[in-house]
């Protein structure tokens, strides 16, 4: 979940990297000019950050006002505008960069997501994101996730129980590391088991895994994971997954399917900020 203490140290981090002592360019624009300006999306997308983008402004001007002509997680055109700003102008030119950047990043996670999204549309398969995420931005991007329609996997480390292959290997197999899981996990804590091939699926089912990760499974295998497990375990598909291939891994039956790139192989989406005013 994002939380406003989170928006607030993201936005504040981004802008101090930024601005460092000062922004000297700025101390061009007299301290007392007003400004408006237009964003434009050059793209189509789904627009993603409108917080992110909001705080940068008001940060640096606290009477800094947006109107916003699409709304948040809305798709929109290219050529398409998207809000205007309307602030002190030496605020405006210092925040815009940093502002423009959460925007374009938090709208391709967003717009990756619909689209895979999409790619599974009338399937019982649902999208997931993983921890692969810019660094300081994880809550952003998860946030970014839940706008294009997709859903969220952990948000760290301490929100789930993920046992992978080097887990399996000091932890002495899949159900020692299963049983051991389950002495230290809090009460409703996920408890997620990764398998490597079928041999290891029928140890994790046998061992009582109700959640399990098949990770880079060929299609073929996916299609008899489902069968041998037979609803005992919620099955969620990873590796090598593209809008190519997603299709015919959804219709293997799978409940869940993870994207690593929709977090972390993102094209930012264009936009352009111009003063009008």
């Known amino acids: 979940m994002t939380t406003t203490s989170d928006l607030l140290s993201t936005v504040r981090g981004a802008l101090a990297e930024d601005i460092g002592a000062c922004d000297f360019t700025a ?32 940060e640096l001007d606290g009477d800094a006002k947006i109107r916003w002509l699409v709304g948040e997680g809305a798709s929109v055109a290219a050529g398409q505008v998207l809000c205007e700003v309307h602030c002190n102008a030496r605020a405006m030119l210092t925040a815009e960069r940093t502002a423009l950047n959460f925007l374009q990043t938090l709208s391709a996670t967003a717009t990756a997501t619909q689209r895979y999204e999409l790619a599974v549309a009338g399937t019982s398969a649902r999208i997931f994101d993983t921890r692969k995420t810019l660094p300081g931005l994880r809550a ?110 959804a219709g293997t039956g799978v409940d869940r399917i993870s994207i690593g790139s929709l977090t972390k192989d993102i094209k930012a989406v264009d936009l352009s900020m111009r003063i009008i005013c």
């Open 140 to 249: 952003a991007q998860k946030y970014a996730v839940r706008m294009g329609g997709g859903c969220n996997h952990r948000a760290g480390l301490y929100a789930g129980i993920l046992i992978k292959e080097n887990h399996i290997a000091m932890a002495g197999g899949i159900v020692p590391a299963l049983r051991a899981a389950e002495a230290i996990a809090p009460a409703d804590m996920p408890i997620q088991v990764e398998v490597e091939n079928l041999e290891e699926l029928a140890t994790a089912i046998a061992g009582g895994a109700k959640l399990i990760l098949l990770d880079n499974f060929t299609v073929e295998q996916m299609r008899q994971a489902v069968a041998i497990t037979a609803g005992a375990a919620v099955l969620e598909a990873s590796g090598g997954i593209t809008l190519a291939n997603l299709r015919d891994v």
């Open 27 to 58: 101390l061009l624009i007299p301290a007392d000019r007003l400004a408006t300006a237009t964003v434009i999306s050059r793209d189509e997308a789904v627009l993603c950050g409108g917080p992110w983008f909001e705080q940068c402004f008001r």
